[in-house]
């Protein structure tokens, strides 16, 4: 008599409707958080109008943006971000926006562990979320993510960006608080003129503090800032000091001038503008994406417009108007 032998049956999970996940989104829960983040990165229709009612829902979260050059330790800083929040009695959320493949994880998965790890020490949310060829150093889905986390309780929520490079500012139109990250001795000082960072930050941080080499960069920062470099939207000094997220050393000082910021922000006035100029950028984004969307997909009306074109019937300024509506076609 033989054996019998069992295959075990892989457990289909039941798809939630968007909408039965609101709720439980409001409630903090995680496994409804994971869900709707999925569903908005993947642009599903079924879900539009649960990401507007969480939209209504959120608002009152602030939005720490970090971003900085590559290898300048941004990873690191977040990660010692969170446990000085949670520390403060914040319950910290986190989007970060990962350049690699979203099947292979690439070579910061490291990082992105570190964090995991930070996050569960207390009782933070990571969401790392592939960049999928979006440019502007966010995902296509980053503020419906910070939307999702907003409305379940989460503030602060802290946005990583991918490393930088001189059209990669796009976190200044996401961000209440925009922390630019500099490491000493890779030359971040020319670098960060180059990239353009120099101009959205509100909060300059040099990671490794234990370092000779981070002297010298604050100093170059502060010279930079003599000469005017730096946001002129706004009445904030951004000021600049110097951290080790290894040894803490700074950190606090760093979480009380996120708060002082988002003080002076409420009591400017400013918070408002900012939080109109990040409306704007997302209805102006998000129809973009829909324009493209469209004629991605197959649209008859481009393709004639690409032949009358490519035969110089009109030109390419005209094809777009007529895409447009705002030109009639004769």
Same mark, same amino acid.
């Given at each position: ?30 496994? +409804? ?6 569903? +908005? ?30 290898? @300048? ?22 989007? @970060? ?69 001189? *059209? ?23 670098? +960060? ?8 930050? *509100? ?12 002297? @010298? ?54 918070? +408002? ?46 094809? @777009? ?10």
């Amino acid at each position: 008599m033989t054996a019998a032998t069992f295959t075990k049956t892989p457990r289909r999970t039941q798809y939630v409707p968007s909408m039965d996940l609101v709720p439980q989104v409001l409630e903090g829960r995680v496994s +409804a958080i994971a869900r709707m983040i999925s569903r +908005a990165e993947s642009a599903y229709p079924e879900a539009a109008d649960a990401l507007a009612e969480l939209y209504r829902r959120a608002g009152r979260a602030h939005v720490i943006g970090v971003t900085g050059v590559p290898g @300048a330790g941004k990873s690191t800083l977040v990660s010692a971000l969170i446990k000085a929040l949670a520390v403060a009695g914040h319950k910290v959320g986190v989007v @970060a926006v990962d350049p690699s493949s979203p099947f292979s994880g690439g070579a910061i998965l490291g990082d992105r562990v570190r964090m995991s790890d930070a996050a569960a020490s207390s009782g933070a949310y990571v969401r790392s979320m592939a960049t999928r060829g979006h440019l502007g150093g966010l995902a296509r889905a980053t503020l419906e993510a910070v939307d999702i986390l907003d409305s379940a309780g989460y503030s602060p929520i802290v946005i990583e960006t991918v490393g930088v490079g001189q *059209d990669e500012v796009e976190v200044v139109t996401a961000a209440h608080t925009v922390v630019v990250l500099s490491a000493p001795g890779l030359g971040d000082d020319v670098q +960060a003129i180059k990239a353009g960072i120099i101009e959205i930050a *509100d909060i300059h941080v040099v990671s490794k503090a234990d370092k000779p080499e981070a002297v @010298a960069t604050v100093a170059a920062l502060n010279g930079m800032m003599a000469l005017g470099a730096g946001r002129t939207d706004t009445r904030w000094r951004p000021p600049i000091m110097a951290v080790s997220s290894v040894s803490g050393q700074r950190l606090d000082e760093l979480v009380e001038t996120i708060s002082a910021h988002r003080a002076h922000l409420e009591e400017s006035g400013e918070l +408002a503008s900012r939080r109109r100029s990040i409306a704007r950028t997302r209805i102006l984004g998000t129809a973009r994406q829909m324009f493209q969307r469209k004629f991605d997909e197959g649209d008859d009306g481009l393709e004639r417009h690409v032949d009358a074109v490519v035969c110089r019937t009109i030109g390419p300024t005209m094809a @777009a108007r007529r895409l447009l509506g705002w030109e009639e076609e004769t």
